[in-house]
């Protein structure tokens, strides 16, 4: 599923984000991601998704060598990869049917098709009725259950979550934990960056901790291990 072997990731700048990780992540797996700030956890997923290219190693997402893809492969693979950000980074001159209809029109999938599985994902995540909204209407726990409705509409394998519960209330961010785990059980592999150190100690799952740009800790059913 997600593979990578002696992966290493140096900034231009000089900055080492990355030192010498190696790790595998199976199918319908769900993984935290945890670490001091600037540990490397955001490189880490990005290079999962092809955002950020390593400066030697390998990655294989489904079975593609990330490094050897041919461009015109590279929204193939982002297409089975669905990613999920703090910030939402919803279109905000769009509806909500529209945010998350709009990841099946860029892969041009037919229309019947589109307004079908647009409507079984809302329900999933319990929009139906906000579907002709503006992001600007809804709250802060609504616009990250519209941006997680986009990144699962094309039925990718694998989500990335990158600190998807960082700008949301305690009560909300359950709310998102309960949607992720739902997912999860239905066969999606899940990695997810956070800092929430009660959500990992309550859901207990895998847990990869990276310090300086390594793993230094994997656990299953693991705990977050730090001190706020």
Do not use: C
Not at 77 to 93: A, C, S
Not at 116 to 141: A, W, Y
């Amino acid at each position: 599923m997600i593979e990578m072997h002696d992966v290493w990731k140096t900034y231009p700048n000089g900055g080492h984000a990355l030192n010498g990780i190696s790790v595998k992540v199976d199918q319908s797996e769900f993984v935290y991601v945890v670490g001091p700030s600037g540990a490397g956890k955001s490189t880490f997923m990005k290079l999962i998704y092809r955002e950020e290219r390593p400066t030697k190693g390998a990655i294989f997402v489904n079975g593609f060598n990330l490094e050897k893809l041919k461009q015109r492969k590279i929204p193939f693979v982002r297409r089975n990869i669905g990613v999920i950000f703090q910030d939402f980074r919803l279109l905000p001159k769009l509806t909500v049917f529209e945010n998350v209809a709009f990841a099946m029109e860029v892969i041009e999938a037919p229309k019947k098709i589109i307004k079908k599985r647009t409507m079984e994902v809302l329900e999933l995540v319990n929009l139906k009725d906000k579907i002709q909204s503006l992001p600007t209407q809804l709250s802060g726990g609504e616009q990250q259950r519209v941006a997680i409705a986009r990144a699962i509409v094309n039925n990718p394998s694998v989500i990335i979550a990158d600190e998807p519960t960082g700008n949301l209330d305690p009560e909300t961010s359950w709310g998102i934990m309960k949607l992720m785990e739902e997912i999860n059980f239905r066969g999606t592999t899940i990695v997810m960056a956070t800092h929430n150190r009660e959500i990992v100690n309550s859901m207990r799952k895998r847990v990869l901790a990276i310090e300086g740009g390594r793993i230094v800790r994997d656990q299953l059913r693991g705990d977050y291990g730090y001190e706020d």
